[in-house]
């Protein structure tokens, strides 16, 4: 096992990452090292589809499988070996077939067809110590005696940031967008890097190739989700209990979240978000169910102790998922690309289990104090004040904006985004999205000329909306995004943030800060670069960094 493609990865003196029986986040070794295997397995399906596309041949199923596939070894997702033996199984039947149609379309043409090796010409075994006799070939690190630490680290900044893309395109799939374009690209970058690839500087030009990609997926999602549930706007979401039968639902999958609101109608059950649904809130067609309560607790890293308080059934739709205690595992669900050994999956969309679960245990006893926070500030409400907005900065009641955006995690160093907040001067904007919220968004921001000062853009699934807000605001002022008075602080912790930074630095955004610790995947060497062309740089403290970003913008 070796894996460093998450924030908390294990950093030593001798080297950086999870190399033990079992990793930071509880991935053990054999379902580790089934990861690695199923990724090679779809490196091969990758290899074959990237050239069926040039006789114009593609397989859908195929495309949505690498997707999914993909999404399931994020951090935090899915830890059971099981599902991954089943998936490394079925990438070697999709590789098959659309090799078979790829060589009969070559032969039919009269050309040879390309014999390829690597993962295309991968058999899995089928029992589970054949498998794993296979790893040596798949593990993020092959290779690394030849080419070196950089080499392997600029293959992992490809792998993670593609993983990211997955997860936001695997949301879109699943709610009927998809892209011929996206798949092509995706398996593109996936065909290059079953090669095997030593050129540091064609390296580099994907990595910043996956951020572009990255940028599509997220236009997909986001046109998914609007479509679908219609364009978030401000609302107050309840953080406190209500009186009654309960279903909390965590993770970030709208398309559950509205199939499970659909399913509970009328139903006396009151369903609660948690963690990264808590932008669900914003949408029209979500809020319009009067049985969808409220959200209870805050970010993935406390869930051990909330899903033991709350008194009803829990549905895990996505990342992120942490073993699951013996006080609540009998009442914990998951779907989608999660999954636990031992734990309940639906996988055909019927949460009647999760229903009935909810009817069996007591739910909430009494209502709790109310207590709220505003949701809502996505792309299309902000630049509804787009005006306002300007007019603010001109007159300077608006003085700067800081983008304190991205995951949370246990790190005890992720205090500086609380401090951070808090530390903003009065007269600048706090935007923010994903998880990393949860650390400072009770807190009271007040506003300034009727724009709150805290406006929470979403998900981290919602990149987009903030991307779309800088671009607008860059043309409002005729300037660059780079020219804006705004400094993007970014708290990362796994691999859509990873997307998100490649996507962030394609379109030439400079300056970020990154923490609160920096990728272990990332080199000395290739920091430097990075530092170098883009001007990416670590946190420091939150006093420094306001600084800087006030005297950058003065
Ligand atoms: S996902 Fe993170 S914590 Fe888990 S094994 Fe990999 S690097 Fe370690
Ligand atoms: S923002 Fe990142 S860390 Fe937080 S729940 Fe989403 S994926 Fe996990």
């Avoid at 397989?59 to 690498?66: C, L, T, V, W």
């Avoid at 993962?119 to 899995?124: E, K, Y």
């Avoid at 050994?341 to 639906?346: D, E, L, S």
């Avoid at 019927?350 to 679960?357: E, G, N």
């Amino acid at each position: 096992m070796f894996c460093y493609q998450c924030e908390q990865t294990t950093r030593t003196d001798s080297g950086n990452g999870c190399a033990m029986a079992k990793g930071v986040c509880g991935k053990d070794q054999v379902t580790a090292d089934l990861q690695d295997l199923l990724i090679y397995g779809i490196k091969g399906i990758a290899q074959y589809a990237r050239r069926a596309r040039g006789f114009g041949i593609s397989d859908r199923e195929a495309d949505g499988f690498i997707l999914y596939a993909m999404f399931t070894t994020l951090t935090n997702v899915n830890f059971n070996p099981a599902r991954f033996i089943a998936m490394i199984q079925e990438a070697a039947r999709l590789r098959d077939r659309i090799k078979a149609r790829y060589e009969e379309a070559a032969r039919d043409r009269g050309t040879a067809p390309e014999v390829l090796n690597g993962p295309a010409t991968w058999q899995p075994v089928d029992d589970m110590d054949g498998l794993l006799a296979q790893t040596a070939s798949a593990a993020v690190t092959a290779g690394r005696e030849q080419v070196g630490d950089d080499i392997v680290g600029l293959r992992a900044m490809i792998l993670y940031g593609l993983k990211g893309v997955a997860a936001y395109a695997h949301h879109a799939h699943v709610l009927g967008y998809e892209s011929d374009e996206l798949y092509t690209r995706f398996e593109e970058i996936l065909d290059f890097l079953a090669g095997d690839p030593t050129d540091a500087e064609a390296l580099v030009d994907q990595a910043l190739a996956v951020g572009q990609l990255n940028l599509k997926a997220l236009e997909l999602l986001d046109a998914a989700n609007t479509d679908s549930f219609g364009h978030p706007e401000p609302a107050s979401v309840r953080m406190t209990p209500v009186k009654g039968k309960a279903i909390l639902i965590s993770g970030h999958d709208l398309k559950d979240m509205a199939a499970l609101l659909e399913q509970t109608k009328g139903m006396g059950i009151n369903v609660y978000t948690h963690g990264e649904l808590l932008p669900a809130h914003g949408y029209p067609k979500l809020r319009a169910y009067p049985h969808l309560v409220g959200n209870y607790g805050g970010a993935w890293q406390d869930q051990t102790r909330e899903f033991a308080e709350f008194p009803g059934a829990i549905l895990m739709t996505s990342n992120c998922l942490v073993e699951p205690h013996p006080r609540y595992r009998q009442r914990i669900f998951t779907a989608g690309p999660v999954g636990w050994p031992g734990v309940r999956h639906i996988a055909n969309g019927d949460f009647s289990p999760v229903i009935q679960a909810a009817l069996a245990f007591p739910g909430f006893q009494e209502d709790g104090p109310e207590q709220t926070v505003t949701v809502g500030f996505a792309r299309n409400a902000v630049l509804g004040v787009a005006d306002k907005v300007v007019d603010a900065v001109k007159t300077g009641a608006i003085r700067h904006f800081f983008l304190i955006g991205g995951c949370d995690g246990a790190a005890p160093g992720r205090n500086y985004y609380t401090d951070l907040a808090d530390r903003v001067p009065e007269d600048s904007v706090v935007l923010t999205l994903g998880c990393g919220k949860y650390r400072f968004n009770r807190h009271e921001f007040g506003a300034i000329g009727g724009i709150p000062r805290l406006l929470d853009i979403g998900q981290c699934n919602d990149a987009y909306s903030a991307i779309q807000i800088a671009s607008a605001l860059a043309q409002a002022f005729n300037c660059g995004v780079n020219d804006l008075p705004l400094s993007l602080m970014v708290s990362w912790f796994e691999q859509k943030a990873v997307a998100v930074l490649l996507t962030l630095l394609s379109l030439g955004i400079r300056g970020i800060r990154l923490g609160p610790s920096l990728p272990a995947f990332l080199t000395p060497a290739l920091l430097e670069q990075l530092s170098a062309r883009f001007d990416l740089k670590p946190i420091t403290t939150a006093e420094a960094d306001i600084e800087a970003a006030l005297h950058r913008a003065a």
